[in-house]
């Protein structure tokens, strides 16, 4: 059954499933690529330190959205994408969430900005960190309306949109950082650029916006608006995401507290290279909220259980791949790409790797639960991941530093796929169908063998670079088909909806 037919339902939010996938995953591609170009410059401007101050601000301005932006983004995007049949359905949507978006913003500022002027930052941080907690006060503001603003127009089925956005924000945010921390600005210069490239996006995307909707209607006052409904959603997202981010961030804020500001740059260089081989979980997870929502409101959960299953698998195959390149030259890549103090970065990065796998397969799967609207189910599993997560780093950090930091966040990791395999079985679709679990242990297996000792055998680093990646594929490919982790038909499938030049070619053969 063909992926794209399976999930057609005759609206445009969710037909054309792989072509919206394509249409996402090309740019998410490139703004990796430019991740990956950009991150030694910024480690070796700003130095461990001053890097380490960088990545906990970054961790803080994530949390403190949590209360301010999740009761929007997930929740515009959902009930923008359902369009139901009523009068000024999405304006109602819209108005509703713009206003909401305001108070929150407003509070959640007020609340730092607080925070900060009473002192609490410089006793936990040192001197230098009211300036920053002030700066990412303003940003708050214009991150707020960057997130409102793409959510929507993934809500509208606009995947062509946001991607070239999403483009232009990071070469942006990298471009205006660096030239501003090369003038001088040190880490305020990063998070200007940040500023910088979000309001821009904000703006382009409030335009798309405004051409889909009725400013008459928009600025009405509705005759009824399901707020109970709304505010239902909202609550529960916004504890489910302040779970799924603490995993992302409570660790780095912890290394910086209780170890230093080097150690968390060190820490914060290796997190970074292991969440690399979330890029494509990333692009289903983004595409998979409102494209399932359909199919849950009608019902169709056996759908759901075959795209989802064939998901799960797909992603397993290709992040442990991943996984086992980056492991192989690990010790060769990381002191060459952040420079030779960050080496020490490389045995956190090979205790990560085993639960980042875990973490990028159940990605997918949170965003289907999500759909479902069904949240109290996926609060209680996160919720024990996330608890696990801040007692194991808390246990674990005063013993043995960043070390201890990636075993705890990687078992905390690595524990989500199973909590969230949990969830969606009690949600009522089983992420699991035709997993085929003993050919991907096969399929990994006789692919980490050769590809690892490649990876520390060969003589030099240019010959592994070269090398090393060619052999993986080559023998990950052989091997899933000769065990039958992934069909011929499959892949013949797969191949065939490629873009050119790639697709004709294989499907004419």
Not at 28 to 36: D, Q, S
Not at 251 to 266: C, H, P
Request: with cysteine; aromatic share 10%.
């Amino acid at each position: 059954m063909s992926l794209e037919a399976d999930t057609s339902v005759g609206m445009s939010g969710t037909t054309g499933l792989f072509r919206r996938f394509l249409s996402l995953a090309g740019p998410k591609v490139i703004t990796t690529v430019l991740a990956v170009l950009s991150t030694p410059i910024i480690t070796r401007l700003l130095g461990a330190s001053g890097y380490g101050d960088y990545a906990v601000l970054l961790s803080i301005y994530s949390l403190a959205m949590i209360p301010v932006s999740a009761a929007i983004t997930e929740g515009i995007q959902k009930f923008v994408a359902e369009n139901r049949d009523e009068d000024a359905w999405i304006e109602q949507v819209i108005q509703f969430y713009l206003v909401l978006a305001l108070v929150l913003v407003a509070i959640g500022g007020a609340i730092l900005v607080a925070v900060t002027w009473l002192g609490f930052a410089d006793q936990l941080f040192g001197d230098s960190f009211s300036v920053y907690l002030y700066v990412l006060a303003v940003y708050m503001f214009i991150g707020q309306f960057r997130g409102f603003s793409m959510h929507a127009i993934l809500g509208f089925g606009f995947e062509h949109i946001k991607g070239p956005l999403g483009v232009f924000k990071k070469v942006a945010t990298v471009g205006v950082g660096i030239g501003l921390v090369v003038s001088g600005f040190g880490v305020v210069g990063m998070l200007l650029g940040h500023m910088v490239a979000e309001a821009i996006v904000a703006a382009v995307a409030g335009y798309y916006i405004l051409r889909r909707v009725s400013l008459k209607k928009l600025f009405q006052l509705p005759d009824r608006v399901p707020y109970r409904e709304f505010l239902s959603f909202n609550v529960l997202n916004v504890v489910l995401v302040l779970f799924v981010m603490s995993l992302f961030h409570v660790d780095v804020v912890m290394v910086r507290s209780i170890v230093d500001d080097e150690a968390t740059g060190y820490y914060k260089a290796a997190l970074a290279l292991a969440e690399y081989i979330w890029i494509i979980p990333i692009v289903l997870q983004t595409l998979l909220l409102h494209s399932t929502s359909t199919l849950w409101s009608e019902g169709r959960t056996e759908r759901i259980t075959e795209l989802a299953g064939r998901i799960t698998r797909y992603c397993t195959l290709l992040v442990a791949l991943m996984a086992i390149g980056l492991a192989a030259l690990a010790h060769r890549f990381v002191p060459l790409y952040y420079g030779s103090e960050f080496a020490v970065a490389t045995t956190p990065l090979l205790l990560l790797l085993p639960g980042a796998v875990g973490f990028a397969v159940a990605r997918p799967l949170q965003a289907i639960c999500q759909a479902s609207g069904e949240l109290r189910t996926m609060i209680l599993a996160i919720g024990v991941a996330a608890g696990t997560n801040v007692v194991l780093n808390a246990i674990l950090i005063p013993l043995y530093g960043m070390n201890g930091a990636a075993v705890a966040t990687s078992t905390s990791y690595g524990s989500m796929f199973l909590l969230l395999v949990w969830s969606s079985r009690t949600i009522g679709y089983d992420p699991l169908f035709d997993f085929r679990l003993a050919r991907i242990t096969a399929t990994v297996t006789i692919t980490a063998a050769p590809t690892v000792a490649a990876g520390l055998l060969l003589p030099n680093n240019i010959v592994a670079f070269l090398v090393v990646p060619v052999l993986g594929t080559a023998v990950f490919s052989v091997a899933a088909v000769g065990t039958g982790a992934v069909s011929v038909e499959e892949t013949t499938e797969l191949l065939g909806k490629l873009p050119l030049p790639i697709g004709p070619t294989t499907a004419s053969n």
